[in-house]
């Protein structure tokens, strides 16, 4: 248990579907990150919050929107996703530049 | 750019044998290092870190690597392996900006045979 929880640990959703990410810390950590694994290919950091507000957008496409409304809680919304998109999702928390905590992933099937 | 390299996609030991998970790093200023390990479909754990002083960091499980400067590496390694060691192991750079911007490696997938 590394304190970082997220929910649903497994998704399949259509093209046309919305759907949410949700990630909660209870750490007392200042910062939150969303970050994408796909196979094969090294972490991808898709978007960075400190102090509850969003730092980092690393040219993310808008079919990912990501909220953070306190410290303790970051959800990533879905929307007509891709099938590339599938990978697994994960959230993670640091304080300051210590280590990064990671949740066990949303592993997201797109059809 | 900053970039974090792992040679290796795969590394095979014998159980009891020394391993090494190599790392090098072209991250500018004075870089916050680290190891984590990933075990299928979990999370990455973190393993160790290098920020400042000694070169040499231990970690979790009888992990740990060695801050080379001059190499610019920062290889993982461990005396004696066990197969439950065997897992997905990442490097990641970055530096301090409030916050932890790290780049990660691709990953080196360690093989420990019985």
């Known amino acids: 248990e590394t304190g970082v929880t997220q929910t649903p640990r497994h998704l399949v959703m259509g093209m046309t579907n919305k759907k949410s990410l949700k990630c909660e810390q209870h750490?007392?950590?200042?910062?939150m990150y969303w970050y994408k694994q796909s196979a094969k290919k090294p972490l991808e950091l898709m978007f960075v919050y400190s102090l509850e507000e969003r730092v980092e957008n690393n040219s993310v496409p808008s079919r990912f929107s990501p909220e953070c409304p306190n410290s303790s809680h970051l959800f990533l919304h879905l929307h007509t996703l891709q099938p590339e998109d599938s990978a697994l999702y994960l959230c993670?928390?640091?304080?300051?530049?210590?280590?990064?905590?990671f949740g066990e992933g949303s592993r997201l099937t797109v059809l | 750019a900053q970039s974090v390299a792992q040679p290796e996609d795969q590394v095979n030991v014998a159980e009891g044998n020394p391993l090494t998970v190599k790392c090098t790093y072209s991250?500018?200023?004075?870089?916050?290092l680290f190891w984590y390990v990933q075990y299928p479909n979990r999370g990455l754990q973190f393993l160790l870190k290098?920020?400042?002083?000694?070169?040499l960091v231990k970690g979790s499980y009888g992990f740990e690597a060695e801050f080379n400067k001059s190499q610019t590496s920062f290889h993982l390694k461990k005396p004696s392996a066990l197969v439950s060691d065997s897992a997905l192991y990442f490097c990641a750079g970055g530096i301090s900006g409030g916050y932890n911007k790290l780049i990660f490696g691709a990953g080196t997938r360690l093989a420990v045979h019985p």
């Open positions: 290098y920020i400042t002083g000694d070169n």
């Open positions: 991250v500018s200023g004075n870089p916050y």
């Open positions: 750490l007392g950590h200042n910062a």
């Open positions: 993670a928390s640091s304080q300051d530049v210590g280590e990064l905590f």
